[in-house]
């Protein structure tokens, strides 16, 4: 008497020896893969799809190998990277496009200068309470004051006294006939204007230790344009009482390189 089979041994017999339906005729191997080529013209979106998916897969698996290498290097990188990936999927969702490879090295980038950026930022913020603008705040009170007494009687009152006080340092070997407020406030501003261009320079540096690329690389003509700024700005008057360095810090950090 035979023994009965088995439910994996039935369902093996029924794959290798399908049964004949009326519905569904029995297929040699060479009729199956005529009608797979077929489906293949008739359907050419469906290997699209597939291919859609595997590539989206392979892109979920290597943000999440990154996102695992920056959380060992700083928790903020990894928030930063987690927020580039919602935008993207946000814009994923709204405009109908896949996340790309480039939106992925984007926020890979982006997360990887985060702390960078917030430690310069850090920096230039206190530069900029503490120094430009009050240098700069003085020296357009400076401006101000030469423009006000120009001319009229407390302009001849201001020379007045400054002769009295030059010719009693000559006394002493001293001289401040330079001493008027047009020359203060170049003074001042000449300062601010070395200070803050100091900063910048040290800044520059520091991105190119860092391993980055502060004049080249991705996003060069941003860079420039960024450092055409902070001259400009640094070297003009009521200009210069803007920290134009953080743009450049966040060109930097919108940069892959």
Request: charged share 15%.
């Given at each position: 008497?035979?023994?009965?089979?088995?439910?994996?041994?039935?369902?093996?017999?029924?794959?290798d020896?399908?049964?004949?339906t009326?519905?569904?005729?029995y297929q040699?191997?060479?009729?199956?893969?005529?009608?797979?080529?077929?489906e293949?013209?008739?359907?050419p979106?469906?290997?699209?799809?597939i291919?859609?998916e595997?590539s989206r897969?392979?892109?979920?698996?290597?943000?999440e190998?990154?996102?695992?290498?920056l959380y060992?290097?700083?928790?903020?990188s990894?928030?930063?990277?987690?927020g580039?990936?919602?935008?993207a999927a946000?814009?994923?969702?709204?405009?109908?496009?896949?996340?790309?490879?480039?939106?992925i090295?984007?926020?890979a980038?982006?997360a990887k200068n985060?702390?960078?950026?917030?430690?310069?930022?850090?920096?230039h913020?206190?530069?900029?309470?503490?120094?430009?603008?009050p240098?700069?705040?003085?020296?357009?009170?400076?401006?101000?004051?030469q423009?006000?007494?120009?001319?009229?009687?407390?302009?001849?009152l201001?020379?007045?006294?400054?002769?009295?006080?030059n010719?009693?340092?000559?006394?002493?070997?001293?001289?401040?006939?330079?001493?008027?407020?047009?020359?203060?406030?170049?003074?001042?501003?000449?300062l601010?204007?070395?200070?803050?261009?100091?900063?910048?320079?040290?800044?520059?540096?520091?991105?190119?230790?860092?391993?980055?690329?502060?004049?080249?690389g991705?996003?060069?003509?941003?860079?420039f344009?960024?450092?055409?700024?902070?001259?400009?700005?640094y070297?003009?008057?009521v200009?210069?009482?803007?920290?134009?360095?953080?743009?450049?810090?966040?060109?930097?950090?919108?940069s892959?390189?």
């Open positions: 008497m035979a023994r009965p089979l088995s439910k994996q041994e039935l369902a093996r017999r029924a794959v020896f399908p049964i004949s009326q519905d569904e005729p040699t191997t060479s009729d199956r893969f005529k009608n797979i080529q077929a293949r013209l008739t359907n979106t469906r290997e699209t799809n291919r859609d595997q897969q392979k892109q979920a698996d290597l943000q190998l990154q996102r695992a290498a060992q290097q700083s928790p903020a990894a928030r930063a990277y987690d580039e990936i919602e935008l946000l814009a994923e969702n709204t405009r109908g496009y896949s996340t790309s490879q480039n939106a090295e984007s926020a980038a982006v985060t702390p960078a950026a917030m430690w310069m930022t850090a920096w913020t206190w530069f900029w309470l503490t120094f430009q603008v240098l700069a705040t003085i020296s357009l009170a400076f401006i101000g004051l423009a006000a007494v120009e001319g009229t009687w407390l302009g001849r201001f020379q007045g006294v400054m002769g009295v006080i010719g009693a340092a000559r006394i002493f070997g001293g001289d401040f006939s330079l001493l008027t407020p047009i020359n203060i406030a170049l003074a001042l501003h000449f601010v204007f070395g200070l803050s261009m100091l900063g910048l320079i040290g800044t520059i540096m520091l991105y190119a230790v860092r391993g980055q690329h502060p004049l080249g991705d996003r060069s003509g941003g860079k344009t960024a450092l055409l700024l902070c001259c400009i700005g070297s003009a008057p200009l210069n009482l803007f920290p134009w360095v953080g743009y450049y810090i966040y060109v930097m950090w919108r892959r390189s």
